[in-house]
């Protein structure tokens, strides 16, 4: 039998669905999660957030986390503004404790949208809770009749980490879609790409190998290279411990 290669887990999120007619609740994660991550020679398991489930992550080598509702504002010491939507407190400390524990053990992280957003909490910073108003624009986010990405070409730090992943020398076009970005920039973090505007779209932790935040939508494009070069460190990782 072949190896089943590094073990990735991806943070589950939970929706309402109607099958066979029945009104259901069910958790996820994006098969383009699933299946970029199975392409690179991974095999990737789902992490319902329950109470304690952060007690599974030494039996992973990598760590999704995906995008997903807003942060609890309470982590950052705000109330909710009326445009924030589908905070759940007891998620949110389920996926904190699971980030913790990942950043405790060196292990690779990729976390995308609301997942850099969390990252971002975790090390004490703040979120902007509606982007348009710190901004003046909904590019973002655009708002349209149907389901559209703002596009923004960023502006990438030379030499970090998302440069060497994306190619010094190519220009690299967004896809995003959130209302929600980084305000006070967490210490321990170092933000390596912006939009146009000023927008943080990366971070990455501090003396960590691997722990990389990206605020686009990484994972609804054809662009592979986040989940191969997650899946390259988590291969990494397990032959050097």
């Known amino acids: 039998?072949?190896?089943?290669?590094?073990?990735?887990?991806?943070?589950?999120?939970?929706?309402?669905?109607?099958?066979?007619?029945?009104?259901?609740?069910v958790s996820l994660a994006l098969q383009s999660h699933v299946d970029m991550l199975a392409s690179a020679g991974c095999t990737p398991v789902l992490l319902p957030l329950l109470s304690g489930i952060e007690r599974l992550v030494g039996r992973l080598d990598g760590l999704l986390i995906p995008g997903g509702p807003d942060v609890d504002p309470a982590l950052y010491g705000e109330t909710a503004h009326r445009s924030t939507r589908g905070v759940s407190p007891a998620a949110d400390a389920a996926e904190l404790a699971v980030v913790r524990e990942a950043l405790g053990t060196g292990m690779p992280i990729l976390a995308?949208?609301?997942?850099?957003q969390l990252l971002n909490v975790h090390f004490g910073g703040t979120l902007h809770q509606h982007l348009p108003e710190a901004i003046g624009h909904d590019g973002h986010r655009?708002?349209?009749?149907?389901?559209?990405?703002?596009r923004y070409r960023l502006d990438v730090k030379p030499g970090s980490l998302i440069a060497g992943i994306l190619g010094e020398e190519e220009k690299?076009?967004?896809?995003?879609?959130?209302h929600q970005a980084i305000d006070r920039l967490g210490p321990g973090l170092t933000a390596t790409a912006w939009a146009p505007d000023g927008v943080i779209e990366v971070v990455e932790a501090d003396g960590h190998p691997f722990a990389l935040g990206v605020q686009w939508e990484a994972g609804q494009t054809s662009d592979e290279r986040l989940h191969r070069a997650l899946?390259?460190?988590?291969?990494?990782a397990t032959t050097t411990t």
């Open 231 to 236: 899946a390259e460190a988590s291969r990494l």
């Open 1 to 25: 039998m072949s190896s089943p290669g590094p073990v990735i887990g991806i943070c589950a999120r939970t929706a309402p669905v109607t099958l066979q007619g029945a009104d259901l609740t």
């Open 142 to 150: 655009p708002e349209a009749e149907v389901f559209t990405f703002g």
């Open 172 to 178: 690299f076009d967004t896809a995003c879609h959130h």
């Open 112 to 116: 995308i949208c609301r997942g850099m």
